[in-house]
């Protein structure tokens, strides 16, 4: 908690990590395949038709700023995305850490996923030059 954008109120941050559910996607489901793809999809496997994207196979996080006092949110920032199923998946599992890193007034939010990556973001919810940085 803290005043990210320097408007004299505190904006709650919450790190989120979310899979992606196919009933919320219906248009998504499928995309017609390039030329390229199609070419090369084998005779009986579904050649000329569209591609089936398994939304159920891919997690993803993110920053979110909620504004406490306008009870609106003030902006959110996808992070990271990968296959749900791998031996690193892009979640985050500790909360983000509010701090004003460079002291020049602003406040920064930090985060790591389990992907290795840390994060930087000013409280604008912008990615700051950088970062991040695969450890």
């Known amino acids: 908690i803290g005043d990210g954008d320097g408007d004299g109120g505190d904006e709650l941050v919450i790190a989120a990590s979310y899979y992606f559910d196919a009933e919320d996607y219906p248009e ?31 997690a993803a996080c993110a920053l979110l700023a909620f504004d406490l006092r306008a009870q609106r949110w003030r902006w959110r920032l996808h992070l990271d995305l990968s296959t749900a199923d791998g031996g690193l998946v892009a979640l985050i599992e500790a909360a983000p850490t509010v701090a004003d890193l460079d002291a020049d007034g602003e406040l920064e939010v930090v985060v790591a996923t389990m992907l290795g990556f840390v994060h930087v973001v000013g409280g604008d919810g912008a990615p700051r030059e950088g970062w991040p940085v695969q450890l």
């Open 28 to 58: 998504r489901v499928t995309a017609q395949p390039t030329a390229a793809a199609a070419a090369m999809t084998p005779p009986g496997r579904g050649r000329g038709r569209g591609l089936e994207v398994q939304t159920a196979k891919y």
